[in-house]
């Protein structure tokens, strides 16, 4: 059974950091492109990140670019997403998101929710 | 505001069927594949449709999408309660090399 199991959100300050993780079991990782997407409260979805199998293709959405870093660890089978400079608007639910043969989300975890406040 | 523009809200009663319309442009829909998913309240979304019009195993064929040029459709039969739900179409757009979504759209089975 394939799972995403999200963690690393929580309660930061403007313009601190967070990472989060997400574990991957029940299928290889190595073979699957990954994304992340967010969702603020009472909004849409919101694709934020995405990263090829061998990390060689990394693309970002306009709104996090030169904040936030994806990486993978495929020998781990983790992703992560490292959130720096943090704003109110970033505060979301984090999803993340494996990618079928094309170019599809076919699972998704549960979220991880951070909320950036003072 | 999305990329992708999709009508806020659609209703219709138990057994009656209806569409969910998902308008781009030919930077995206008009050259990729589109996908759907559907988000119960509270829950993360689940894929519906992709490649444009394939079911994943285990969604009813009460569940159908299509796309002409640049729009896409999703289409329920059978309204059950249990539908009631956020809608999403996404697919890539080779212009801003992003994933892009539509805005949603909710679903009430009167």
């Known amino acids: 059974e394939v799972q995403l199991v999200e963690s690393g959100g929580g309660l930061v300050n403007p313009g601190g950091s967070l990472r989060l993780s997400c574990a991957a079991s029940g299928f290889t990782l190595n073979n699957h492109k990954m994304n992340w997407v967010r969702q603020a409260p009472g909004k849409g979805l919101e694709w934020v990140s995405s990263i090829s199998s061998g990390s060689n293709y990394i693309y970002y959405a306009d709104s996090v670019k030169g904040r936030f870093t994806v990486s993978r660890d495929n020998a781990k089978n983790s992703l992560y997403l490292q959130m720096n400079s943090l704003r109110a608007e970033d505060t979301a639910v984090y999803y993340c998101?494996?990618?079928?043969?094309?170019?599809?989300?076919?699972?998704w975890g549960q979220g991880t929710l951070v909320t950036v406040s003072s | 505001q999305s990329v992708l523009t999709q009508p806020p809200s659609v209703s219709a009663a138990p057994g009656q069927k209806v569409t969910i319309s998902c308008s781009g442009s030919s930077s995206n829909i008009g050259k990729n594949y589109v996908s759907w998913y559907q988000q119960l309240p509270g829950t993360a979304p689940k894929l519906l449709i992709y490649?444009?019009?394939k079911r994943p195993s285990g969604i009813p064929d009460r569940f159908s999408g299509s796309k002409s040029g640049t729009s896409a459709t999703l289409g329920i039969t059978g309204l059950q309660t249990g539908d009631e739900a956020d809608y999403y179409c996404g697919t890539w757009d080779s212009s801003l090399s992003a994933v892009v979504f539509g805005g949603g759209t909710k679903l009430t089975v009167l």
């Open positions: 490649d444009n019009d």
């Open positions: 998101v494996r990618v079928g043969s094309g170019d599809y989300f076919d699972y």
